[in-house]
């Protein structure tokens, strides 16, 4: 898991605490900061924003409607609470996730988070993802779960904390564009000895890709929700791939690379082209200005976390 702190600073001063009766967990209870603001979670709190990518390839998060009794009910926000003392962030949005919704927690992958700081209380967003979307069931704190495309989330009656940071910790959906010949090319792994099979297992691993949030050096954080490889040569007689969909070049690999490059970046939210060829990349960049470029590094450790 990568950890990353994003903050932002409001400073409420001295806090006030109000201690949960008859409950086992030393985080329950009320916190109010001198500014009035009046928060659950005694050593702060933690929610789960969980992204996955459904067939049809849609982004989406779970989003919690809570229950008309609890705190701001009514409302939809991330399944979460409070974090106990002996708990680290992760742990503590795993665990209230888990309680709030009977997600199978070892289909998860955590990435990174956000820290929203008020000065002696913080609520932090774990941010996860999970290839597909996954059933849930209700509990009492929830009226309903609900597995929402990112661009629709606007337009439900969100949780005041969660209004106020969505708009940071939003993701938008990511198109990744994968130079197959370069990337099967970038590890001695004997792919000269048959192209198609290397191909073949890169495209096999692609699949990983499903849904995972990447968090750039921006703090713009993607959804992977399409994943196009271009294959040419010897590689043009693999099979189809499942998710990843397939470019077979006709001619010039590259030219197939750039004119999909160049096709995506006009109706795809963002696209990132992965090659190592410098002579591709500047093409890419001309004709595709929007697209951004990584080499086969960036793709390397989500292929080896499956094999």
Request: proline share 4%; aromatic share 6%.
């Amino acid at each position: 898991m990568i950890t990353r702190n994003y903050a932002h600073s409001f400073p409420c001063g001295v806090v006030r605490v109000w201690y949960a009766r008859g409950v086992e967990q030393d985080g329950n209870g009320w916190v109010e900061c001198a500014l009035g603001h009046r928060h659950w979670g005694r050593h702060g709190a933690a929610g789960l924003l969980l992204h996955a990518v459904d067939d049809v390839g849609v982004a989406r998060v779970l989003l919690q409607h809570r229950a008309d009794w609890s705190h701001h009910g009514g409302t939809w926000g991330l399944p979460g609470g409070a974090r106990d003392s002996h708990e680290d962030v992760v742990t503590a949005a795993l665990r209230e996730a888990a309680e709030e919704t009977a997600l199978d927690l070892a289909q998860l992958r955590t990435r990174h988070t956000f820290v929203d700081d008020h000065g002696g209380w913080s609520y932090t967003t774990v941010y996860a993802d999970t290839p597909a979307p996954l059933p849930t069931e209700l509990n009492r704190e929830s009226e309903a779960l609900d597995w929402v495309p990112l661009d629709e989330v606007l337009e439900r009656p969100l949780h005041p904390g969660f209004a106020h940071t969505w708009t940071t910790v939003e993701a938008s959906a990511l198109t990744v564009v994968v130079d197959a010949a370069n990337v099967v090319g970038s590890r001695p792994d004997g792919w000269w000895k048959d192209r198609a099979a290397a191909t073949a297992r890169l495209l096999a691993g692609l699949d990983a890709l499903r849904a995972v949030t990447v968090s750039d050096s921006a703090r713009v954080t993607r959804v992977v929700a399409r994943v196009v490889a271009v294959v040419e040569g010897q590689a043009r007689t693999v099979g189809d791939a499942g998710w990843t969909t397939v470019v077979r070049a006709g001619g010039s690999g590259d030219d197939a690379l750039v004119a999909v490059a160049a096709d995506l970046a006009r109706h795809a939210d963002a696209v990132l082209v992965v090659t190592a060829d410098r002579e591709l990349r500047r093409r890419i960049a001309r004709a595709a200005p929007a697209a951004q470029l990584a080499g086969p590094g960036w793709l390397h450790p989500y292929l080896d976390a499956v094999t």
